[in-house]
């Protein structure tokens, strides 16, 4: 899996970002099209056979609990047709059970074949705050695709 530690200062890091283009290596980096893009040249694609998009994985336990009670998710989105399934997935895992949150994008995702801004947040439970591992990506299993650009992630 694309994973790489991020160069920081701090011994932690609450914001991540993606345009697609940059050296940023997120989880699933296959995803990544020159089809069509919202800023740039690239976006990450999701449907028809490709059902998850670049996603960030991050240890979260790193991160201070103080500072752990949200995660803020924004992106454009481009969708191609009405009829996905496609959700933005908050994923935890490690010293419990698996953790799965996932939220219907297709009713905030705007027109049919334009870019719109799309903004999530989720809770964090206190039972996953320990977590080896937290993912956020797009998933989506369904035919009709579905492209993601300027992903932003916010822990706070």
Known sequence: EDYRE??????YQTLFYNNFE??????NSNSITEEIAYSG???SATGNGMDFS???SYPLKIIPDSLKNN?????????????????VVM???????????GEDIRYDAGEIN???????????????????????????????????????????
């Open 6 to 11: 991020i160069a920081s200062n701090k011994e």
């Open 22 to 27: 940059d050296e940023s290596i997120w989880g």
């Open 41 to 43: 040249s690239n976006s």
């Open 54 to 56: 670049a996603g960030l």
């Open 71 to 87: 995660v803020d998710i924004e992106f454009m989105v481009y969708q191609t047709g009405s009829g996905h399934s496609a959700k």
């Open 91 to 101: 994923e935890a895992y490690g010293g419990f059970a698996h953790h799965w949150q």
């Open 114 to 156: 334009q870019w719109k801004l799309y903004r999530k947040r989720f809770a964090i439970p206190d039972s996953i705050k320990n977590a080896d591992l937290i993912k956020v990506y797009v998933y989506n299993p369904s035919q009709v695709m579905v492209y993601i650009d300027d992903f932003r992630i916010r822990i706070n």
